[in-house]
């Protein structure tokens, strides 16, 4: 069995036409077709818009610049009893 997925467009005539290079001759086929409709692009939504507060990217942005971060020591891994 094999999956391929293809974008394709319905014509003014409601019809949907696939052409897909199988690979395979001379043989019956069982294809099953689902489809699912791409909703139309979008504006593309501010970070104000996404629930971020005004200005917090560019007060943020480059903050540690001139801190390098470091990974402080982690310490011992904790050693529980096994579950049974």
Known sequence: MQ???VRSRV?????????IPSGIKDTDLEVIVIFQPIAPATEAKTPED???PPGFFEKTFGCFQDEP???EEQGE???REELL
């Open 3 to 5: 999956s391929i997925k």
């Open 11 to 19: 014509g003014s005539d409601g019809m949907l036409h696939l052409q």
């Open 50 to 52: 996404l629930g971020w």
């Open 69 to 71: 971060l470091v990974r």
């Open 77 to 79: 891994f904790e050693e």
